[in-house]
């Protein structure tokens, strides 16, 4: 919808400044909706003119800007041009805006909708790698890790949705010293009936126990590292223990991810890498990065001035490696066997040091497409309570959000009968908890507050899931009525006008979070949307209106239900069609 109105715009700028259209596209933008009363729809920013060389930066900008809108002329789709501070701004024509192929535009692209802009005419689409979730084996799925799940769901979507080819992967934590505690703990603590009745729940009591018998007592260090130097070389007795636990630990994650609608097509981990260790630590000794220490490490000197400054360590003293170098081994080895043209990794802001020695050392081993592999970094959830108390899993927060939005659904009077309302709850629950999380900058911590993510007006994920159903009850009660010729031209009401012009910024939405993958600015959009549909359901009846009116009304509600549910699925949050 928006690309026929911008490229219109630049084709006029065209002609007066003598570049090419696409040189003027990313320039001009659809003005955001707003409760202040306003008639542009599209605005041309000067000083992106400027930045980019297509005007003088030595002349008054405002002069500038007055004496550009004077050479573009109106005609039958631009209806007015006004002159803002440092922007020229357009107002499409009302009955071009209500025309009957923008909805087309909307209705036959679906999914793809927005996706087929002119702004994304430089997208480069190819192989891209996500890592995300990866918790550790024989642990339970702790809440923390909610947050590397959801994101990382969220750019795999996107890149999909932009038509690249996507790998999700899930990176385990299987490997490393503290594996090698937990099983010298199960020697020790562990029980065989115990693990068959609840398995990850025993394994977390045993390695809660050892790490506290740990503190005090240093044989248990040495054990952990015994049992760790046995699995790296490979003894069948710590190898079949580690195969065991790994299973029932991937079988129990997979049904958490399940209820998240969230699948990987590969479930990696640093075990798979420990033969390309031996590798990666040779190229490093045959380039002269390896260097030791006085303690017997083996360290990559990173300063500038290769003065032991700045080093990461690579192998402990005692030849076992550690987390980086099996990160390295890990990298090489996906380029090698996934080809890929871009790779991300989704963890905690805390390991955002660790990521850029992982690239720099990459670099300097000589991989230049150590320059397409990305951190996203993210903070931390504060608050996150239960009526047990502080959540550890997973699964708690889960159960909690069903619980409480079952408990809502079934105090509140607009509750429409439902034949698995526990999936229904479980659906708004999850929307909800996605929300939260993603209405802020993902490297911002945020406190968690389960009266406010689970309330059903004001911008929550519930809002968004009341919205999309209320539309889905619409199509079934009145869908027959929307076949037919149509009279869009009869859509003058200003609520739903400003639908069509804030669908107007959805292409600008989905190019934005494809720049900087954060998600708040889809959100911001679809809350907004939903906000718009709220007014327009109340001030635009399609029951009881004229059969030609209630077509263009019902045409103009289907296509923001097309445009709510794309979103949403971005986004991660799957639809429910009623609640």
């Known amino acids: 919808m928006a690309c026929f109105f911008r490229r219109n715009i630049a084709s006029k700028l065209a002609k007066v400044l003598r570049h090419p259209e696409e040189s003027f596209i990313s320039s001009i933008c659809a003005?955001?909706?707003?409760?202040?009363?306003?008639?542009?729809?599209?605005?041309?920013?000067?000083?992106?003119?400027?930045?980019?060389?297509?005007?003088?930066?030595?002349?008054?900008?405002?002069?500038?800007?007055?004496?550009?809108?004077?050479?573009?002329?109106?005609?039958?789709?631009?209806?007015?041009i006004t002159v803002g501070r440092g922007v020229i701004n357009f107002k499409i024509n009302r009955s071009v805006l209500i025309q009957v192929r923008n909805f087309k535009e909307v209705?036959?692209?679906?999914?793809?909708?927005?996706?087929?802009?002119?702004?994304?005419?430089?997208?480069q689409k190819g192989r891209t790698l996500v890592e995300f979730s990866s918790p550790n084996i024989a642990k339970k799925f702790h809440a923390g890790h909610l947050r590397s799940t959801i994101i990382g769901n969220f750019i795999a979507n996107l890149k999909e949705a932009l038509g690249n080819d996507v790998i999700r992967m899930n990176y385990l934590g299987d490997w490393g010293f503290q594996f090698g505690l937990l099983g010298a703990g199960f020697q020790?603590?562990?029980?065989q009936e115990k693990l068959k009745e609840n398995p990850l729940q025993h394994l977390f009591d045993v390695y809660v126990q050892v790490h506290r018998e740990a503190e005090g007592e240093e044989c248990i260090h040495q054990a952990a590292r015994d049992f760790f130097r046995a699995l790296e070389q490979g003894e069948e007795e710590p190898l079949s223990l580690w195969r065991h636990f790994r299973e029932i630990?991937?079988?129990?994650?997979?049904?958490?991810?399940?209820?998240?609608?969230?699948?990987?097509?590969?479930?990696?981990?640093?075990?798979?890498?420990?033969?390309?260790?031996?590798?990666?630590?040779?190229?490093?000794?045959?380039?002269?990065?390896?260097?030791?220490?006085?303690?017997?490490?083996?360290?990559?000197?990173?300063?500038?001035?290769?003065?032991?400054?700045?080093?990461?360590?690579?192998?402990?003293?005692?030849?076992?490696?550690?987390?980086?170098?099996r990160d390295l081994a890990a990298a090489v080895s996906r380029k090698e066997q996934h080809a890929f043209d871009e790779m991300i990794y989704v963890t905690d802001k805390s390991q955002a040091g660790h990521f850029r020695q992982v690239f720099e050392i990459l670099r300097a081993m000589g991989y230049r497409w150590a320059q397409s592999c990305r951190h996203v970094p993210f903070g931390l959830v504060q608050g996150m309570k239960t009526r047990?108390?502080?959540?550890?899993?997973?699964?708690?927060?889960?159960?909690?959000?069903?619980?409480?939005m079952l408990r809502n659904m079934r105090e509140s009077t607009t509750t429409k009968h439902l034949e698995d309302p526990e999936d229904t709850a479980e659906k708004v629950g999850i929307a909800a908890l996605i929300v939260q999380d993603f209405k802020g900058p993902l490297e911002s911590d945020y406190k968690f507050d389960w009266d406010r993510v689970l309330q059903s007006q004001g911008d929550t994920g519930v809002f968004l899931q009341y919205t999309h159903s209320r539309l889905c009850s619409l199509m079934r009660m009145h869908g027959n009525e929307g076949?037919?010729?149509?009279?869009?031209?009869?859509?003058?009401?200003?609520?739903?006008?400003?639908?069509?012009?804030?669908?107007?910024?959805?292409?600008?939405?989905?190019?934005?979070?494809?720049q900087d993958l954060q998600p708040r600015y889809l959100v911001n959009?679809?809350?907004?949307?939903?906000?718009?549909?709220?007014?327009?359901?109340?001030?635009?009846?399609?029951?009881?209106?004229?059969?030609?009116?209630?077509q263009a009304r019902l045409q103009l509600f289907s296509s923001a239900h097309t445009v709510l549910a794309s979103g949403m699925r971005i986004l991660g949050i799957t639809p429910v069609q009623k609640m």
């Open 31 to 80: 003005i955001p909706v707003s409760k202040k009363q306003r008639s542009s729809d599209f605005r041309l920013s000067l000083s992106r003119l400027r930045e980019n060389g297509f005007i003088s930066s030595a002349e008054d900008i405002q002069r500038q800007a007055e004496g550009l809108a004077r050479k573009l002329k109106r005609d039958t789709l631009l209806e007015e």
């Open 107 to 123: 209705s036959n692209g679906r999914h793809r909708f927005g996706l087929k802009s002119e702004l994304f005419r430089g997208h």
């Open 188 to 191: 020790r603590f562990g029980s």
């Open 249 to 325: 630990t991937v079988a129990e994650y997979q049904r958490v991810y399940n209820r998240l609608g969230v699948r990987f097509d590969e479930y990696s981990g640093e075990s798979f890498h420990q033969d390309q260790v031996l590798d990666v630590l040779e190229q490093l000794r045959t380039r002269g990065l390896l260097k030791s220490t006085e303690k017997g490490t083996s360290v990559v000197d990173l300063s500038p001035a290769q003065d032991m400054s700045y080093y990461s360590t690579v192998l402990r003293s005692d030849g076992t490696s550690l987390y980086i170098t």
């Open 388 to 404: 047990k108390g502080e959540v550890v899993f997973l699964v708690d927060v889960l159960d909690e959000a069903r619980s409480k």
């Open 483 to 514: 076949e037919g010729p149509c009279d869009l031209t009869l859509l003058q009401e200003s609520q739903g006008i400003v639908i069509l012009q804030h669908l107007l910024r959805y292409d600008e939405v989905l190019w934005q979070i494809s």
């Open 525 to 550: 959009f679809l809350m907004i949307l939903s906000h718009l549909v709220a007014a327009a359901l109340k001030a635009l009846p399609v029951k009881g209106s004229p059969p030609m009116m209630a």
